[in-house]
């Protein structure tokens, strides 16, 4: 096919008040602009430049709403092009396979909830703090309500209308809000679980018609991702299925594991992943099945993956070939992530006490001792990257609790309660980190004053939090619970907050992948997103911090959060055929773009969390007696005569 001629512009040749050019034409104009100016009396001339200052502020006031169109326009090309779990780039899809924002089935009048979750108030900031006020002073019904519940509605209005607790309630608005509580108690515990299983339902559905055994449904295209090859999502999901009761579901699944799973596969795949959702599931569904299935399974991988181990260091390589035995790092370096390597340690520890077999032990506990001696840490928090050739910090300086140091703190912890809280030098690395996180990372926003955990880059703080670092409430709150130090709770329920501001504050009401907060004064908003950082993958670690907190002082508002959630992810990533997918946008509720991937954690962990969440039975899977991976799969607490 010929190409066309381009065409970047249209000239157009304009007449001038005398034949002239356009020239001409433009001077003729500001002339007689100039002598009609110089006629107006000084009134008139007063009158019009306060006309025009007036227009340039209201100009300035509504400037958010512009641009917020503007990216929202963008939208499609750039966030496409973000991924930050190394899968396969998708490409934004079609809208309308989302299901249709009717109003689901509600167990509970969206009335008699706090007024935090209502979508037709989300809007650009200015405009929402005004409806809110008007609202508040309007609504005769609200004059009605009880005392606590009027109370809870007096909170600090963020920009986005949502209300942020303060507590201020008095006496007898407590006992109000006691009798509330109970009442909502019982109807959440007969209903909500319900509305959990039926989104794993659905979500199962997908996987199941269009990406049985694969490991990850793209629901939207109704195909399948494949990134080991070894059935990811099915596994993550086994006991999620049991704990939810799903028999059916869970019977399948287990046939599909005794007939189709197999590792003897010419396959990479990386160590950290695979030990957390593969090992861990399988550890986890024989702990609660006491099938032999699964510890066979979980034997067969996890003496597959030992070969990672074999570096002139002993910190293992990113990834393994679990067909051929043999381990590399990736391409471009011979880092590994101190979050990788030190998160695998439950699984490795967990398979040695079931096998009898010290080995997987004892690499593991190596790693955990090489960091401990390390140095490169400031106040106890550890760089990103390791070095699987000399085993020493790399790119030092740059402090998060975000990706690639994450779970490095989560499992200093765990260790030390799955250990049966023996193990000193695990604790004091855990309690130095903490100490070194209110130190150099805590900060509050501005205006509403959000304690949030920034990061630190060669001394310069930055405001950014990844959505990654809200698994931190949830293991402030089982620390202290296990004895640490009370102020661990008091911080947890802090975070607790902004993490719930993060989702609450979006006009989806579904979290960003990273936030930068506001810290000078006179900020107008406490959170902002970058364009390219408003994706939400389906993860879990709000909801599993609220599932902690809810568990710990059983306040039932962390409930009421985690259902808002629920229905903002049915809202806005349910695909009508079968499944959830990750989204593009969650500043658009008109666009969310869906990014056509389901990922396994989906149902590994957050509606597992979600599940446990709204259950009211503290024995379904109790935290004295188990301690969950960073994949949400439960491993047994040693019993003390170990
Ligand atoms: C999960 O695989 C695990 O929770 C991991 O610790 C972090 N990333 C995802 C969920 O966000």
Known sequence: MQALPRQDYVSLSLPGPAGGGYNNSKQWRRQSCWRKWKQLSSLQRSLILFILMLLFICGLAVYPTVTEHLRALCMGLTDGEHNTDNHSIQKPAIPHVLEEPVKQEQPLLPE????????????????????????????????????????????????????????????????AKKEDSAKLSKEIETSWPKAVQEAFKHAWKGYKEFSW????????SKSYNE??????????SLDTMWIMGLSEEFEEAKAWVATELSFNKNVDVNLFESTIRILGGLLSTYHLTKDELFLDKAKDIGSRLMPAFNTPSKIPYSDVNIGKGIAHPPRWTSDSTVAEVASIQLEFRELSRLTQEPQYQNVVAEVMDKIHKLGGKLDGLVPMFINTNN??????????????????????L????????????????????????KKNLLQKSSPNG????????????SPKMDHLVCFLPGTLALGAHNGLPADHMDLAKELMQTCYQMYAQMETGLSPEIVHFNMHQGSIRDIDVKLADRHNLLRPETVESLFYLYRLTKDQKYREWGWEILQSFNKFTKVSSGGYTSINNVRDPDYPSPRDKMESFFLGETLKYLYLLFSDDPDLISLDKYVFNTEAHPLPIWPSTE
């Not at 990134?227 to 993550?236: P, R």
């Not at 765990?414 to 996180?437: F, H, N, P, R, T």
């Not at 959000?450 to 703080?461: A, R, Y």
């Open 112 to 175: 008699k909830l706090p007024q935090r979750h209502q979508y037709n108030k989300r809007g650009p900031p200015l405009l929402q703090n005004h409806s809110k006020k008007k609202e508040n002073s309007s609504d005769t019904a609200a004059a009605g309500k009880k005392d606590g519940e009027r109370k809870r509605e007096e909170g600090v209005i963020s920009w986005r209308g949502s209300v942020i607790d303060t507590d201020q309630t008095t006496e007898g608005a407590k006992d």
């Open 450 to 461: 959000l304690t949030f955990v920034g990061e630190l880059s060669h001394g310069q703080f």
């Open 227 to 236: 990134w080991f090859g070894l059935g990811l999502t099915l596994i993550d």
């Open 391 to 412: 085993g020493q910090f790399t790119h030092q300086g740059i402090f998060t609790l975000g990706a690639r140091a994450d779970s490095y703190y989560e499992y200093l």
């Open 213 to 220: 055994g694969h490991d990850e449904l793209r629901p939207v």
């Open 414 to 437: 765990k260790q030390w309660i799955q250990g049966g809280k023996k193990e000193e030098g695990l604790l004091q690395d855990y309690l130095q980190a903490i100490e070194g996180v």
